[in-house]
């Protein structure tokens, strides 16, 4: 069935710091992907998106490619702030079904 | 209103009773979707409704979950004879029309606490 594995955290960095969190997926066909992030305190909101293969999902400083090959989309930014501290989700959309399916989360602790 | 509304925020209830939980979409979101965020375990999900439909709803763990939708609007989650393993964080997402790359709107949720 439908999977999504990420790494597992909690990742703490130092401001500006490389961020990089892993995702890899199991799906069949081809799948939607999302990075959405929860702030301490709020709710899930939608971070970054890639609908086909190569495509490359931004916002916000964060990146996240596409790669059907390796099936990954890992999440990247290149100088974190202590503003980014929150828990990080990777989630893939089927095409067929139309419900995401959620990896377990990442938290994301940035350090001043 | 503006965003996904979900009430009550919080509930606390003795293990054996039943409980309602409700989720106001944004206006005009014919998707809407529950999950349930439990700790260490992600978001796991629980039923799709489009319109009033529920054309998926493989994931509510047993039969004392249920969930209806009226009017293509509100949706309303019974847990029957809870248990102490449904206590979690309930979720409400809305998406314009349900296709599979939409963005999901999602509520702040209801902490249910069953002692």
């Known amino acids: 069935g439908n999977s999504v594995t990420q790494m ?23 799948p939607s992907l999302f990075w ?20 490359k999902g931004s916002n916000k400083g964060f990146e996240a490619t596409y790669r059907k ?5 890992h ?7 202590v503003s980014d ?15 995401l399916i959620f990896g377990t989360g990442t938290l994301l602790a940035v350090q001043p | ?21 409700r989720c106001d979409p944004i206006s005009g979101h014919t998707a809407l979707y529950w999950y349930r965020q439990s700790l260490g375990q992600g978001l796991e999900f629980l039923i799709y409704f489009q319109g009033n439909s529920a ?10 979950f249920s969930a209806e939708r009226t009017g293509g609007s509100v949706s309303t989650l019974t847990i029957q004879r809870t248990q102490q393993e449904d206590s979690a964080v309930y979720l ?19 902490q249910l606490s069953v002692l």
Do not use: M
Request: proline share 4%; aromatic share 8%.
């Open chain 1, 85 to 99: 501290s929150a828990v990080y989700f990777c989630a893939l959309s089927a095409r067929i079904t139309n419900k």
């Open chain 1, 75 to 81: 999440l990247e930014k290149g100088s974190v702030q």
């Open chain 2, 92 to 110: 409400c997402a809305s998406s314009s029309t349900g296709t599979g790359n939409e963005k999901l709107f999602f509520g702040s949720g209801t």
């Open chain 2, 55 to 64: 054309p998926d709803k493989s994931g509510l763990p047993s039969d004392r």
């Open chain 2, 1 to 21: 209103g503006a965003g996904v509304s979900q009430s009550p925020s919080n509930k606390v209830t003795e293990k054996g009773k039943d409980v309602e939980l």
């Open chain 1, 36 to 55: 959405y992030v929860q702030y301490p305190g709020e709710g899930l909101q939608l971070l970054l998106k890639a609908t086909k293969a190569d495509d």
């Open chain 1, 8 to 30: 597992e955290g909690p990742v703490t960095l130092s401001e500006e710091a490389f961020l990089t969190i892993n995702c890899t997926y199991t799906a069949t066909g081809y």
């Open chain 1, 69 to 73: 090959e390796t099936t990954s989309f």
